[in-house]
Structures are given as structure tokens and as C-alpha cells.
């Protein structure tokens, strides 16, 4: 072989090895199984009341009806959080935490789904667990109110120190268009869409009111038909 054609090959080997790159390079990451789903770990629970959630995260959230102050003056609500106060407006500690659970992964078709990903994707819905294996000491002071339990002897007349549960499981929605595999580890798609993240239910002041405001409204109703009877 002349040199000519020694150089001509060594060319279109050379050709040929930058055209395999730049495919590589071209060609989409792999993508995972539209019918696979996160993985976390099916043994989360909250093992206080043995409620059972995703394998995604688990969470409990606590509030106390306490004395809250506004101002100088004192009204009544929920918080998730002590308040504390003296004297007459003294709020009795918390006997349950908040707490949440989580697994040390999660995977999607056997790979580790990035800290990222659920970070930006992961949201937190309340749910109602069955309550069906409550434990018996807890039986007795707690009842089902709306999603989670309360243990107020009537839910519209809550006293300080009454308690109310809910509780969040973790959720994720489709990836199949969201993410890609890289180095092993499944992270964002780039220009993937991305909802924004569910924080945990607000305080719920309004709950805490409603009773008075539906009050309100009905002696307001009332003292509208009688007028309109006088008249």
C-alpha cells in the first residue's frame, strides 16, 4: 500500500471515530420504563398510631388548640407549634410531636432517583388512613374527625389542649417525560417539566373561627327574617 493510501485509510478511520462520537454525544439518554414507578420503602409508618403510607415519606402533623396572643388580648386557635403563656392564658405542653419518615432512597427501574428530583417533584397530600389497628390507649382518647382524629368531646367546641392529627403521605408524579439516567442515577431532563412542590396545609386559623363565623351568619339570618315579618 502506497502512502498515499495509508493516509486515506488513517483519514476515514478518523472520519469514522469522530462520527461515533459525535452520535454518541447526539443520542437522547436512556429514559425509564413508562410503566415503572418510584420505589421508596413499603415499611414507612407513623408507629405511635401504626398508620401506613407511600413508601415515598410519611408525615404526621400535630396541633393543639392553645391561647394565642394578639396583642394585648388573647383569642383561641390551632397551632402546630407551643405557644406557652402564664397564668390564665397558660397552654398545657404537647404530648405528640409532628414528626416525619422517609426512606434512605428511592429508585425507578433499580436506579436511584437524584436527592434533586424529589426535591423539586415530590409533593405532600393528606390522606385518611384506615385507623383500623389503633392502638387501644389511643382508641380511647381520639376519634375520626374530617381526614385524621381529634380528641375534643365535640369537634365545633374545641378547649385548650384538645388535639388534632392529619397526616401526609409523599407522592411523585409520572417521570417518564422528566428525567434521564446519567452516570447511573436518574436526575432532571433538561427542560423537563416541573410542578411546583405542595408544601404542608397552612395553619388552619380559619378552621379554628369557623364555628363562631357560622354562629354569626345564623343570628345574622334570623334577625333578617324577623324584620322582614315585622314589616
Given amino acids: ?45 407513623d ?21 394565642v396572643a394578639r396583642g394585648e388580648d388573647h383569642v383561641r386557635g390551632w397551632s402546630d ?28 427501574d433499580g436506579h436511584p432517583l437524584s436527592d434533586e428530583v424529589v426535591k423539586q417533584l415530590a409533593q405532600w397530600r393528606e390522606f385518611r388512613p384506615a385507623f383500623s ?17 381529634g380528641s375534643a368531646e365535640n369537634p365545633l367546641d374545641p378547649q385548650v389542649g384538645d388535639l388534632r392529627i392529619h397526616w401526609l403521605t409523599r407522592t411523585l408524579p409520572p ?14 431532563r433538561p427542560g423537563a417539566p416541573v410542578v411546583p412542590v405542595a408544601q404542608t396545609p397552612p395553619r388552619a386559623w380559619l378552621a379554628s373561627w ?3 363565623l357560622v354562629g354569626a351568619g345564623g343570628l345574622l339570618l334570623v334577625g333578617f327574617v324577623v324584620l322582614r315579618r315585622r314589616r
Fill in 47 to 67: 408507629p405511635d398510631f401504626r398508620v401506613q403510607g407511600s413508601g415515598l415519606g410519611l408525615a404526621r402533623r400535630v396541633e393543639m388548640f392553645q391561647w
Fill in 133 to 149: 389497628s389503633l392502638p387501644g390507649n389511643l382508641s380511647a382518647t381520639f376519634q375520626p374527625e374530617g381526614n385524621g382524629l
Fill in 1 to 45: 500500500m502506497s502512502l498515499a493510501q495509508r493516509l486515506a485509510a488513517l483519514l476515514l478511520a478518523g472520519a469514522g471515530l469522530f462520527a461515533g462520537i459525535a452520535g454518541a454525544q447526539d443520542a437522547p439518554a436512556p429514559a425509564p420504563d413508562p410503566a415503572a414507578v418510584p420505589v421508596g420503602d413499603p415499611g414507612l409508618r
Fill in 210 to 212: 369557623l364555628p363562631i
Fill in 175 to 188: 417521570l417518564g417525560d422528566r428525567i434521564e439516567l446519567r452516570d447511573g442515577e436518574w436526575v432532571l
Fill in 81 to 108: 407549634a407551643p405557644l406557652g403563656g402564664e397564668g390564665e392564658h397558660g397552654n398545657p405542653p404537647f404530648p405528640l410531636r409532628s414528626e416525619r419518615w422517609l426512606p434512605a432512597r428511592i429508585t425507578v
